[in-house]
């Protein structure tokens, strides 16, 4: 490259001597009058390549990534301001440097790093190496580069001539359409080479980053749904599909709306909040019924989603600018109905223990079985009636409850109940004894208080999801409070005989008697038939 600096100086010396040496006739050169000359020169558009070299180095200093260029000698042409950021010299300082031995790289690295980044004129593609190269202040630092050969005949080539050619950033007398022989180049020979590095750290946490972002989109046991900011799925991992019951493409562009079929105004709600405040501090639950499950009672279709938002933002605007928000979550349905089960039980064995320490205060054992129903309601039932059994419930044996009259118009075997305690049909309150004898109650045959105390065991019944004058007509025929919608009844037995039957009544405004609600109402019921029976033995 020196021959041919030599040579390309030589001929515009001897073409300057020339011109000096010659008789001014009042031509040019070429053998034409001055005036049209400078007619011609000022019609003339202005050359593209003047701009190139500032629009090369406006180019290169907007990008993010550290960039040098070197020609084919190892002399620096460009050097952008990452660069300056991230070694500490200046462009003035780096341009036209030959090597990097002395400044930017310890004497004894130079010779291998140099030609590192020199071989990738002899290789194709993009090489990918790292090095250690020194900070102006001293301190070394590890990069990792990609570097690739610049070629004739294509336009980053042209861009680097020009920028080459340049006096404030090159060498004025080099001709890049030169070949070191003297001859011209050859299209598509390498006549420098440019180079992209960074701190191998940063790289290495985008790096990660992009890699943790792929493994979240495709293979994590969390959901994943990126919402753009139209509140619309822009993007769903597999495990968000199979929550949502569709498939990944299925669920993109498409209206939560046509996605769930209860919980879309949460979900709404909190993505609009993230996009206007800003992610989440802590997890949120978010109930959901997705569409198409199947699937006969509406609650056991219900979902529970844990899950954080996140709002996304645009790391290259100068203003951060929500592109939308990720929301990821995980289906803890099971984990919550376990978690919501336990918070109950504790509950409700809170409340017995309060109710046995109540009850052995009471000097009435009456009155301590009514305290046992009025902490026994809280959070439970509405309404709690106690109906005594004063006729046997076979025929032929002596009769199991309490004594009291029985009711001549009862058929027989058929137990008669008769009703000893009750909460106000009304509305809420304390259950209360209905006297020293009661009065009898006359259900009808296969009524569930009936069904208990001939099973000896519990019964539940209901009538939720039907018409509301069918559940008051319902009701109505059972003898129990207007609106009640489901019942409980458990039977009363203490010392090996059946005292009676308690029963729980729940309004439509509750969901119907599990079997967790059965096993408490039998515990319940084992403490209310021994105060019972005591209350027998006391006459």
């Given at each position: 490259?020196?021959?041919?600096?030599?040579?390309?100086?030589?001929?515009?010396?001897?073409?300057?001597?020339?011109?000096?040496?010659?008789?001014?006739?009042?031509?040019?050169?070429?053998?034409?009058?001055?005036?049209?000359?400078?007619?011609?020169?000022g019609?003339?558009?202005?050359?593209?390549?003047?701009?190139?070299?500032?629009?090369?180095?406006?180019?290169?200093?907007?990008?993010?990534?550290?960039?040098?260029?070197?020609?084919?000698?190892?002399?620096?042409?460009?050097?952008?301001?990452?660069?300056?950021?991230?070694?500490?010299?200046?462009?003035?300082?780096?341009?036209?440097?030959?090597?990097?031995?002395?400044?930017?790289?310890?004497?004894?690295?130079?010779?291998?790093?140099?030609?590192?980044?020199?071989?990738?004129?002899?290789?194709?593609g993009?090489?990918?190496?790292e090095?250690?190269?020194?900070?102006?202040?001293?301190?070394?630092?590890?990069?990792?580069?990609?570097?690739s050969?610049?070629?004739?005949?294509?336009?980053?080539?042209?861009?680097?001539?020009?920028?080459?050619?340049?006096?404030?950033?090159?060498?004025?007398?080099?001709?890049?359409?030169?070949?070191?022989?003297?001859?011209?180049?050859?299209?598509?020979?390498?006549?420098?080479?440019?180079?992209?590095?960074?701190?191998?750290?940063?790289?290495?946490?985008?790096?990660?980053?992009?890699?943790?972002?792929?493994?979240?989109?495709?293979?994590?046991?969390?959901?994943?749904?990126?919402?753009?900011?139209?509140?619309r799925?822009?993007?769903?991992?597999?495990?968000?599909?199979?929550?949502?019951r569709?498939?990944?493409?299925?669920?993109?562009?498409?209206?939560?709306?046509?996605?769930?079929?209860?919980?879309?105004?949460?979900?709404?709600?909190?993505?609009?909040?993230?996009?206007?405040?800003?992610?989440?501090?802590?997890?949120?639950?978010?109930?959901?019924?997705?569409?198409?499950e199947?699937?006969?009672?509406?609650?056991?279709?219900?979902?529970?989603?844990?899950?954080?938002?996140v709002?996304?933002?645009?790391?290259?605007?100068?203003?951060?600018?929500?592109?939308?928000?990720?929301?990821?979550?995980?289906?803890?349905?099971?984990?919550?109905?376990?978690?919501?089960?336990?918070?109950?039980?504790?509950?409700?064995?809170?409340?017995?223990?309060?109710?046995?320490?109540?009850?052995?205060?009471?000097?009435?054992?009456?009155?301590?079985?009514?305290?046992?129903?009025?902490?026994?309601?809280?959070?439970?039932?509405?309404?709690?009636?106690?109906?005594?059994?004063?006729?046997?419930?076979?025929?032929?044996?002596?009769?199991?409850?309490?004594?009291?009259?029985?009711?001549?118009?009862?058929?027989?075997?058929?137990?008669?109940?008769?009703?000893?305690?009750?909460?106000?049909?009304?509305?809420?309150?304390?259950?209360?004894?209905?006297?020293?004898?009661?009065?009898?109650?006359?259900?009808?045959a296969?009524?569930?208080?009936?069904?208990?105390?001939?099973?000896?065991?519990?019964?539940?019944?209901?009538?939720?999801?039907?018409?509301?004058?069918?559940?008051?007509?319902?009701?109505?025929?059972?003898?129990?409070?207007?609106?009640?919608?489901?019942?409980?009844?458990?039977?009363?037995?203490?010392?090996?005989?059946?005292?009676?039957?308690?029963?729980?009544?729940?309004?439509?405004?509750?969901?119907g008697f599990?079997?967790?609600?059965?096993?408490?109402?039998?515990?319940?019921?084992?403490?209310?038939?021994?105060?019972?029976?005591?209350?027998?033995?006391?006459?």
């Amino acid at each position: 490259m020196s021959a041919t600096r030599r040579t390309n100086r030589d001929r515009r010396n001897a073409s300057g001597e020339q011109a000096a040496d010659a008789p001014d006739t009042g031509e040019t050169a070429a053998g034409s009058p001055p005036a049209a000359a400078d007619a011609t020169a000022g019609d003339a558009p202005p050359p593209v390549r003047a701009a190139a070299p500032d629009l090369l180095a406006a180019l290169l200093d907007g990008m993010d990534a550290a960039l040098c260029a070197f020609d084919a000698d190892g002399v620096v042409t460009h050097w952008n301001r990452e660069a300056e950021q991230l070694l500490g010299w200046t462009a003035a300082e780096a341009v036209g440097r030959r090597g990097l031995a002395g400044w930017a790289a310890r004497a004894e690295d130079a010779a291998d790093v140099e030609a590192r980044l020199l071989g990738a004129m002899d290789a194709p593609g993009r090489q990918v190496q790292e090095f250690a190269l020194l900070r102006k202040d001293g301190g070394r630092v590890l990069v990792r580069t990609q570097t690739s050969a610049v070629r004739t005949g294509s336009a980053t080539a042209g861009a680097a001539d020009s920028a080459a050619a340049d006096p404030a950033t090159g060498d004025p007398d080099a001709d890049p359409d030169v070949d070191p022989d003297g001859g011209p180049a050859a299209a598509g020979a390498a006549v420098g080479v440019y180079c992209a590095f960074s701190e191998v750290h940063a790289q290495l946490d985008l790096e990660r980053s992009i890699a943790f972002s792929e493994a979240l989109c495709e293979d994590a046991a969390w959901g994943v749904l990126l919402v753009d900011a139209d509140l619309r799925p822009a993007l769903a991992n597999g495990q968000a599909a199979r929550v949502l019951r569709a498939r990944r493409s299925g669920v993109l562009g498409r209206p939560f709306g046509e996605l769930l079929e209860q919980g879309v105004e949460e979900v709404e709600s909190a993505l609009r909040h993230v996009l206007a405040q800003g992610s989440t501090a802590v997890p949120a639950d978010v109930w959901v019924t997705v569409r198409g499950e199947t699937g006969g009672d509406p609650a056991a279709r219900r979902r529970c989603l844990r899950g954080a938002f996140v709002r996304l933002a645009s790391p290259l605007a100068e203003h951060p600018v929500p592109l939308g928000v990720g929301w990821l979550f995980q289906d803890v349905t099971e984990a919550k109905l376990a978690e919501d089960a336990a918070s109950v039980l504790r509950f409700r064995d809170h409340q017995l223990h309060r109710a046995s320490r109540a009850a052995a205060e009471c000097e009435d054992p009456m009155e301590a079985a009514t305290v046992y129903l009025d902490f026994a309601l809280a959070g439970f039932a509405d309404h709690a009636l106690v109906d005594l059994a004063a006729a046997p419930a076979e025929p032929g044996t002596a009769p199991p409850g309490p004594g009291g009259p029985h009711d001549p118009g009862s058929p027989p075997g058929r137990a008669q109940l008769t009703r000893a305690a009750a909460t106000p049909a009304e509305g809420p309150g304390p259950c209360l004894p209905a006297g020293p004898h009661g009065f009898p109650v006359r259900y009808p045959a296969g009524h569930p208080a009936l069904q208990a105390v001939e099973r000896g065991g519990t019964v539940r019944a209901g009538c939720g999801g039907v018409d509301p004058e069918v559940a008051e007509g319902w009701s109505v025929a059972r003898k129990w409070p207007p609106g009640t919608m489901h019942a409980l009844c458990a039977v009363l037995r203490s010392r090996g005989r059946t005292l009676g039957v308690v029963t729980f009544l729940r309004g439509g405004g509750r969901r119907g008697f599990t079997r967790q609600d059965a096993a408490y109402a039998e515990d319940v019921a084992v403490r209310v038939a021994a105060s019972l029976d005591l209350a027998e033995l006391l006459g």
